[in-house]
């Protein structure tokens, strides 16, 4: 099966030219300024269109137990809405078990994947416990192809672990070539400032930013930073949403030490004055970290072009406001953390990023695909335009607007946080290892198409 | 009782005159020019010397349990050491018991000091835990005077504090005033990275440097600071002796937080060599943190210049090779922390700093008795040559020398860090409250007539 | 003579005690907890007050030709107002003529205050040029008293030195032991900018400050720091006003590079918005730097209180709105430089600082008096109260309030740039070398007895 | 003409992977996995090799008068050799004479390459005025495709703007979308230190570095980056040497300044040290800026991988140690400024970078050829291999290893500053849009086929 997409501007983190693409199979075959002559059984008119490589998010959960819950997409809803958002590969999270192995917890999440996935996907392991069975079975992982790690400092009592448990892991994850991914809060502190908010009285959405200030999410950043500076390995940050965090990922980087972050549309585009949002409203953005103060989304913006920051993920999490959000009417504490965003990811960077002037296109490529492909070990499968590489493809259209809603969007959930809101720039053509999966706003694919990915290590 | 002493250069922390200082009973009456008609009791000829007020001394520990020994001075031996050296004030450090209540240990302690001490003395109270009851109970302790409380970051299951504990305890220390001293190194993963030096074998006494990185007492600096900024209270950094420690503080401070911190003699005039000294001797050099690199040393002194540092304090905690450095013979983990120094702190500070030209003779006075006075509530009682604080003064002779030596000094300790070292700059008479104590190198005090000091919340 | 100044709070940059001050001639006996029964000719009761050692302002413009006309105050109106203002001694700068020798330019400043000083009074010498014979003759006025030199990096064709002139200068001082005053903003781009702004028809005072941006401050002080790093010799910025020049001073001091600065009370209380009063008012504020905006004002009050800033002094330099500053009306460029400031600068420092909280008591008498004394040459003669020190000194009242304003001014100006600004803190009886100059609201003092002060070298 | 360039392993700034590239005519016409089936003219195997795109070298001084004598390399000359080394484009400097035209100096070297370019080259602009009449002539030479504008701020009196001329091309530049280079180092206080050392005797060729201090640099770069922050234009430093400078383009990148920078090979891989080889030997290192301390070079490098530093140029600017850089024996300020570098950049860099894991091989490209390309309006024609872009290929051996030596380059000058240096990676075949010009060791192209490059605006 040979498909051609014609006529379009192939954009990549480095390139952009007019020209098409061939794809043979599954991955790209070639690509020219004119390949119109070449005999192929499907054509695609890309023409006034970018031609870009599919979206890789690298954050995301679904059917993600949490906070007595589980999130509200699946495997299907979750892949088949990333598709309509011209992302073609995400890196999900599976969970550990206090007490249970890391490969049951990863057959666990490869048995909620089957049969759903619409794309293809690969996982992350969240690490709850550090005993030395455990960091010796993070080799076994390793070899099935999950090649990172993720440690959180949040959390006390469910996910978090101390210092020296995540330092022994930091070692570990040297020896084996592996990434960590660290999500950078200082729970302990944090819950007994939630405690001492909630006895006050403070039981509001809005609690839950006040209780988790900007100054605890940086502290923990050059923690997790220092930790693994003294173990000789590299650290990814998660999700950073303060400008004070990545004002320490910046000067490890400036000194060397091998730091990586990313950030996500949330903490671009949204700001603390969601939570104040009236009734009950705010628990739509009720997210750790949270949402901070609008004056310091430029510095975000400013660490994505110098590259301090190197990723921009979603932290997919989607929680509807019925029966699920609404846990915590009474206590900001038990509204389950996490919202959408994996349809909106790709739209909104290109909106408020490239015809924003705040980056470039090629620097929106790179930090939706390109560089997050090359970080989780998936490149050059994934996360450009080359002969060889996978045909997960997306032809997006530029000057397209839409309107981001509950109302048209294809996760499962209620609402959506950017509800209203008008971008340019939409996905249009979505190929996934040569399949069309959506087209003229259909998903064509096929739930289950979706291959896991085996990860490469460092 | 009147004495006069005559002829002298006084010096202050800012202020140099020659001139004559009368002392009526305990405290100074006058000074001025010239007094000499003045009819006294006794009359000391200062010419030709310096009259500074008395060496204040924060951080000692006389008497004090540690790993499973007690370090070798008690409260006579180490307060007599500390007048022959120009320090006529200390603040030891009372140690709650597990399970104990402050007022418990702030009695024992005192009963320590009583009948003992030959100069005045305060405590700060280390707090092994954080239960609503004992923090409320610092609210007494404040009320007897102890208004400084020392945590520790370091030494998991023995004085180790989590960062929820801490953090509750910087807040109790906000509502009374009080000041937080922390001893700012990730014990738990020293811990690690110390047992497994061990289990490779590594067994000598650098080890303990080795395992002891700079980064992570920075690491713990920035945390303490963090915890206190969002508590809303000044933090105060004991033995800070890495460069990259003091980063931190001076970023701190730079952005407007009350962060302070002290460093010590040896961090400024030894170095992480002296643990590679032949045998067992790097024992000597045994404390925490460690001596670190010689090159990193005029970044201090930089500090103390720049006022990022704000005190020089002695951490005076010493064990005789005999019986008790040897406990760690075959294991740098069971070496007893610590290493004398009450008694040479003010010529070594002179020599090194005033006559090398590093700092002014005004900033030494600042270093070793002003500031610790004014920061430990102690000011105008201690710290100051004027009318009305306590006539606590050392004639001090800029151009006597003398060799430091375990054979001279008056330390109950079988070894001097400094040993063969030659200072310009001696004490010559030392007062206490209007006292002469120490007088042609022969102690004339009496053991026991020390005062318990009350100190002031800030 | 003898007077004893009876009951106040002794303050110094370190110490404050209730004590008695006993004067002998013009310098200081003696001070005391209690110096009643001594015999003396007057007595002054300061109880309920201070007692501050006499403000040392460093940067005047007495009787100074400049931009066509002359600073509205001469050496009779000035001094008195600076002693009703609690200021004891000044820095005046004489000017060298291009072609003139540095001697005549001194002896004709020394004329000018000749006979109508009120209190002592000191040169720094402004050269406008720098040959071979000028960088010589420096050493002679060293040995005159004359132990600083201003340079301009602004005002091209006026006063303006380029690089390599300054740099000769700079090297010149280091051999002397001088201090250069630096005035640091990029002359030569900020008369384009002028020119261009003009050109565009935008006349009014504010362009005054359009047309100075800051970074161009913070780019001479940059330079000027680099310069005399490079000829190996300390530099001290004048009226620092642009928190950006504060950040390139601060970041040298870090590198350990004696670099240091004054600010003035108007960038700590004034702003850019003073420049958009109605009608041509904004021009009473039109200096150089010009004032900036307002919201970084606490990053220069940080500085003062990290010493990254040493001193406050006024750069007084008054002109009348009528037929002065008038002569700037349709050209904001002719309009003359400078404001008064000389008899305002303790109460406001007082008011907005320690009042405020924003520096303590020590620091204000420090940064208004000891330091500048310390740092040119005339301490401890002044800026301190100690036996032998010149008796200047303050009885200030904290808890009196003055209204600032033209009608109740001293300076001969027809404009208060805080006019109706309740200040608390006054001064109430001024001595200059135990002499009341001023008393109960009167100068009592005589026109001329102030002296010269020859200056000491670093 | 289709050429085929077969089996290689593509690498571009992003992407790498096994294929085959096609050529038609002067252009990449398809890029694919096997392109073999396809007829064409000539195939080129680069089986176990990469194929880069060919080096872009922003900097060099082809048949440049200067010293009074001129560059040793011709257009002819110094283009072979680039090929040779991998580097098919090159911007040289034209030199506006003083009272001459832009437009004059423009054909001036376009006469001087006529005829002689063996590969592709563009101009920038050297001014060495700013007078009215040739700002608005800049318009005139953007529009040829000279679209970047060189200024000096050293050499007074021969090539030196003051700060003010600077400032108005900078505003001038902004209006054009032109880029400003800049030569920063503070040229007047320069040359006070060098006449300074050569009056007290100091005439070797190392004093050169020792009177050109690296604070200077800083100082330079400070002031060109602020000068461009005023105007609001990016800006441009060419040949950075020093890491002090280097910490000035990074501090303003972290502000979000666009301030951009060069390295040379020889800041990397050459240190203060060869100044000290024996004789007259240092003379061959004589450049500006000079050679830096060795320990500062991994700064160099940490600037590079972190993207303060963009680009790697030569500065190739060569004088023979005959007749040209003897000139200055008994006086270093006379030795001809310039080293040769246009042959070995490539080889350099991949082996001191990418195979000594300094840099990634994807950086090598990006810094060599991408991103010069992309800073000077000549991507995406140059600086990458995709469809449409010139063929300017380079078959790269990396495994292969040469000898740098005089006795084997083919620029024309007698020494090679890095005689003797085993590199690994060597280019073998080079194509110049779509012909090969060195092949099996030799230049088989023909001098006076470059063309001329029209460069676009930003």
């Known amino acids: 099966m040979k498909t051609l997409i014609r006529g379009g501007t192939v954009v990549t983190a480095v390139d952009h030219y007019r020209g098409d693409v061939l794809i043979d199979g599954e991955r790209i075959a070639q690509v020219g300024t004119d390949l119109s002559w070449i005999q192929v059984d499907k054509s695609i008119d890309a023409s006034g269109k970018y031609v870009i490589p599919g979206g890789v998010d690298v954050h995301t959960h679904l059917d993600m137990p949490f906070g007595g819950t589980t999130s509200a997409d699946d495997f299907q809803s979750g892949t088949i809405a990333a598709a309509f958002g011209g992302t073609t590969t995400i890196v999900d999270f599976a969970v550990q078990d ?14 909620k994947a089957e049969g759903k996935a619409a794309i293809d996907y690969g996982f992350h392991m969240v690490m709850r416990e550090s005993t030395e069975a455990l960091r010796k079975e993070m080799g076994e992982l390793v070899k099935e192809g999950v090649t990172s790690f993720k440690l959180f400092m949040a959390y006390p009592g469910v996910l978090y672990l101390d210092d020296a448990s995540i330092f022994r892991i930091l070692q570990r994850s040297g020896e084996l070539g592996a990434t960590i991914c660290m999500h950078a809060e200082n729970g302990p502190v944090i819950d007994v400032i939630a405690e001492q908010a909630f006895a006050q009285g403070n039981t509001a959405p809005k609690y839950h930013a006040i209780t988790r200030p900007a100054r605890l999410e940086a502290e923990a950043t ?21 400008a004070e965090a990545l004002e320490e990922v910046a000067a490890a980087r400036h000194r060397g030490i091998p730091a990586f972050a990313e950030t996500c549309p949330q903490y671009l585009f949204l700001s603390y004055e969601n939570y104040e949002e ?15 103060a609008k004056e310091k989304q430029e510095s975000l913006w400013r660490g994505l072009r110098l590259n301090d920051l190197q990723v921009v993920s979603t932290d997919h999490c989607p929680f509807c406001m019925k029966e699920q959000k609404e846990l915590g009417k009474g206590d900001f504490r038990k509204i389950p953390n996490g919202a959408p965003g994996i349809e909106t990811r790709m739209s909104l960077l290109h909106d408020g990023g490239v015809v924003a002037g705040r980056i470039s296109l090629h620097r929106w490529v790179e930090l939706a695909s390109t560089a997050p492909a090359k970080i989780f070990g998936l490149f050059p499968r994934k996360g450009t335009i080359a002969p060889g590489s996978d045909a997960d493809l997306v032809v997006f259209d530029p000057k397209a607007e839409a309107v981001l809603s509950a109302k048209t969007h294809h996760m499962k959930v209620d609402y959506n946080p950017y509800e209203g809101r008008r971008v340019r720039g939409v996905s249009d053509t979505v190929l996934s290892r040569g399949e069309v999966v959506v087209e003229k706003g259909k998903f064509v694919g096929k739930p289950g198409r979706g291959q896991y990915l085996r990860r490469a290590t460092r």
């Not at 930790?227 to 590299?234: D, F, S």
């Not at 409203?281 to 949402?291: I, N, Q």
Request: proline share 8%; no cysteine.
């Open 98 to 111: 206090r007490g249970g192995t890391l490969r049951q917890a990863w057959e666990t999440w490869m048995g």
């Open 222 to 242: 050059n923690r997790a930073i220092a930790l693994a500076e003294v173990a000789g390995v590299p650290v990814y940050i998660v999700h950073l949403s303060a």
């Open 278 to 292: 009236p009734g009950f409203d705010g628990a739509k953005y009720v997210m750790s970290p949270p949402l901070r």
